[in-house]
């Protein structure tokens, strides 16, 4: 059943829906941060729910409450006013364009700078508990604000319970193969979701190459994070942010925070901020 409007949850009173699928996703205002917050419930009674404030980062969306709700798990975690990159990319489709790109590549890196940041912030977070991995990186799991923020969403340390269209999708080879995973699947997912925003279609699918020639140092960062071989790639996915910053700098692609506002502002047709 779904919930209502004005409805408690935990701590959480329900303001709006914004999404419905696998969960329910909803917007909330919270009593226990005082803020409005990500409400999150799930239709599967079994489903796996992140567990609360185990990392924090500022490119993490950082889980505050977890509970049961009639019987349905359910997650408050931090409100990003935005979308997703697999919604960012559909819209860059559906522009009227004879040629339709992927997202801006000074954007782009920028946005998987820091999403890699926020990854490892986590690896190494969890690492003195026996270490962790994401396991599930994929374009639907990677926020971007209005406002320019940047936040990595269903961080569980540990991979999901496997499903056919992930693992086709943006999966490690080792992870496909059930050979075990460590910090370099998380890099492989990046760069297949890199590579896919940059209009490259889905690595994984037998994607072709952009529609435009990528130069030689920024092919040559993302074909190491897609090495089949996991040593062949960056150890860390700070090593990937690093060379994704290095490469813009070099370049001289300055990008920030404002300009990533404004794209995601023109692109949604969202009023400039004041």
Known sequence: MAVRRGEQVGSCFVIDRLASGNAEVCRAFSTQTNDVVTLKI?????????????????NLATVFETGVHAGRPWLARA??????????????????????????VPLACFVFARVADGIDAAHRQLRSAGGGVHGDLCPEHLLVGFDGSVKVINFRGRPPKPTLAKKVSYSSPEETEGRSMGSRSDVYSLGACLYHLLGGGNVNLGGGAPPWKLDDELQAIVLKALSRA??????????????????LA??????????????????FEQPPRG
């Open 250 to 267: 070099t370049s001289g692609q300055t990008v920030g925070t404002e300009e990533l506002s404004e794209f995601m502002r023109s692109l």
């Open 230 to 247: 996991p040593g062949a790639r960056h150890r860390w996915p700070s090593e990937l942010a690093n060379d994704l910053d290095g490469y």
């Open 42 to 58: 799930f239709r599967d009674e079994r489903a796996e729910v992140e567990p609360v404030g185990e990392v924090h980062h500022p």
């Open 79 to 104: 409100f990003v006013d935005g979308a997703d990159l697999d919604q960012v990319y559909r819209r860059l489709m559906r522009r009227v364009d004879p040629h339709p790109q992927g997202m801006p």
